[in-house]
Structures are given as structure tokens and as C-alpha cells.
């Protein structure tokens, strides 16, 4: 196993959640593309693309281990089912109008993962983590007291990758080959759509000839780069750590939504976010902290 390194995890955390919190624009282009669609494409790109990378950036060894020890593929078959099973949400809930659900299972999500991290990782919060949390909730609770009923939405995309990034975490697999282990596992499903649904828009020869095709093309590349520098920051920080950048993508959708597409940002929803800030600020420091006494 590589030692960690938590300089290099919080570089490759920070541009994951970045290059995350920028979707809604790359979603938002491909918006005539029905959600299952996309994410059929996200499938076959990501594991063509995933292909070329692993063959350039070689990584000894690692089909012999998955050979010699099949319970991984199981592991990441079920990880491959979660990430799937979170795509489809999120692009369904941006291109439907429900990215203020989006954006709050995402601020649900960094909750999720400490409470992963305490239960089944053995994870112990110091005091101005718990502080941090805290307020973290309390923004949290805001938002969900705003949308006046259980936003199931949130719940999926929350859940479904807080146990992806467990498995990730705990799996002795490295980032890259898990990855397009994972997208190639489910290839055969999303070659079995195509095939079940031959009046679909990508499936008319007319298609590849739009910037629209071009834009599914580039699914490899977008989903591919950002998964595995959260893969790989999450061997390198705690769980609870992790949980804790995640807070970027979410704002980053926020400032979208109101500068780009003008949604209108509510007083309630203001002070929900200003908990949270607060929320990032308090672990922050204590990070800073922690990190000078080293």
C-alpha cells in the first residue's frame, strides 16, 4: 500500500470537487439528451477512454492481483452499480430543474461521510471537528426544512456516493485500474440500452454530425478525470476530511445557479449556507492546526 500523503490529497480532493461543482455547465449543453441516455455514453466513453489511459500510464501488476484475488471485481461491481446509480440522479434531477436538490444531497453527503468514517472506519472527530460538524448540520437541517418534504433525491446522491467512496477507500484496488474495471463491468449493460432502444437520439447515424455528439464524446475525459483524483485523495486523507471538500462542489453549483441560470437565492437559503461556510472555516483552521504541529 503507498504511504499517505496529505499534501498531495488535498490537491487532488480539491481538484476533483472543483471540476465536479462545474457539471451543471457540461450537463446544461447536453440537455436535449434524455438523463439514461447520457449516461450510457458516460459508460462507453469513460471505459474507451479509461482503456487508452490505463495503456499509457502503466500500473504493474494490478490485472494479475484481480485475477488471483475475484472477490475484487465483486467489490467493484457493486461500486460501479453505486457511481452509476449516482449519475443518473444527478443528471436527471440538473437537466429537470432540480438542482437546489442536487446541490443540498451534496451538502448531506461530507454528514454521510463522517458518520461512515466514525462507524465503520474507527474515525475519532476532535473538538473543533465536532464544532465544525455542527454547524455543518445545522445548515443542513435548514435546507431540508426548506424543501417541505423528504427530498429523495438528496438521499440518493448522498448515500449512493458516501458507500462508493467507502468501498473505494477500503478496496486494495489503485484509483485508475479500479475505475475502468467499474466502467468496463458496466459496458455489456449499457450496450444492452442501445440495443433495446434503437429509435433513441444517439442512435440515429443523423446525430454524430450535431455538437451534441461531440459533447457526449467528451464524456470519457469529464468523468474519468475527476473520479480518479477522488480516488486517489481518498488513499491519502480521512474519510471525514475528504467529506469536508466536498463542500466546494456544491457551492460552485449554487453560484451557477444563481449567476448563470438566475435563480432566485432565498434569505432561508443564505443562512443555510452561511452555516455551512462557517461549517468549512472551523475544520479548516483545525486542519491548519493540526498540520503546523507536525
Not at 446541490?103 to 464544532?131: D, F, K, T
Not at 483524483?229 to 471538500?245: E, I, K, V, W
Request: proline share 6%.
Amino acid at each position: 500500500m503507498q504511504a499517505a500523503n496529505p499534501r498531495r490529497g488535498y490537491f487532488l480532493g480539491l481538484s476533483a470537487y472543483i471540476i465536479w461543482g462545474l457539471f451543471p455547465l457540461y450537463f446544461k449543453a447536453i440537455q436535449s439528451v434524455p438523463a439514461m441516455e447520457i449516461i450510457v455514453h458516460r459508460v462507453l466513453w469513460s471505459a474507451l477512454f479509461g482503456g487508452i489511459v490505463l495503456m499509457l500510464w502503466k500500473h504493474p501488476g494490478w490485472w494479475r492481483e484481480l485475477r488471483q484475488n475475484p472477490q475484487r471485481l465483486a467489490i467493484l461491481a457493486l461500486s460501479g452499480s453505486l457511481i452509476a446509480l449516482n449519475w443518473l440522479t444527478y443528471v436527471w434531477a440538473v437537466n429537470t430543474g432540480r438542482m437546489l436538490e442536487a446541490s443540498l444531497g451534496y451538502y448531506i453527503n461530507p454528514l454521510v461521510n463522517v458518520l461512515l468514517g466514525m462507524l465503520l472506519l474507527g474515525e475519532r472527530l476532535r473538538r473543533l471537528q465536532w464544532l465544525a460538524v455542527g454547524l455543518a448540520l445545522a445548515g443542513v437541517v435548514q435546507q431540508v426544512w426548506q424543501v417541505g418534504s423528504l427530498p429523495w433525491v438528496s438521499l440518493v446522491l448522498a448515500l449512493t456516493f458516501g458507500f462508493y467512496g467507502l468501498i473505494r477507500k477500503k478496496a486494495p484496488v489503485a484509483a485508475l485500474p479500479g475505475l475502468v474495471v467499474e466502467t468496463w463491468m458496466l459496458v455489456p449493460v449499457a450496450l444492452g440500452w442501445l440495443l433495446l432502444h434503437p429509435t433513441a437520439i444517439s442512435a440515429q447515424p443523423a446525430f454524430y454530425g450535431t455538437s451534441e455528439a461531440l459533447w457526449l464524446m467528451a464524456a470519457g475525459p469529464v468523468t474519468l478525470v475527476p473520479l480518479v483524483c477522488f480516488n486517489a485523495a481518498a488513499r491519502h486523507l480521512p474519510y471525514t476530511t475528504l467529506g469536508f471538500l466536498q463542500y466546494l462542489a456544491p457551492t460552485l453549483v449554487l453560484l451557477q445557479a444563481v449567476w448563470l441560470f438566475n435563480e432566485h437565492l432565498a434569505p432561508s437559503t443564505l443562512i443555510a449556507f452561511m452555516f455551512i461556510w462557517a461549517g468549512l472555516a472551523v475544520y479548516s483552521v483545525d486542519i491548519w492546526l493540526t498540520l503546523r504541529k507536525r
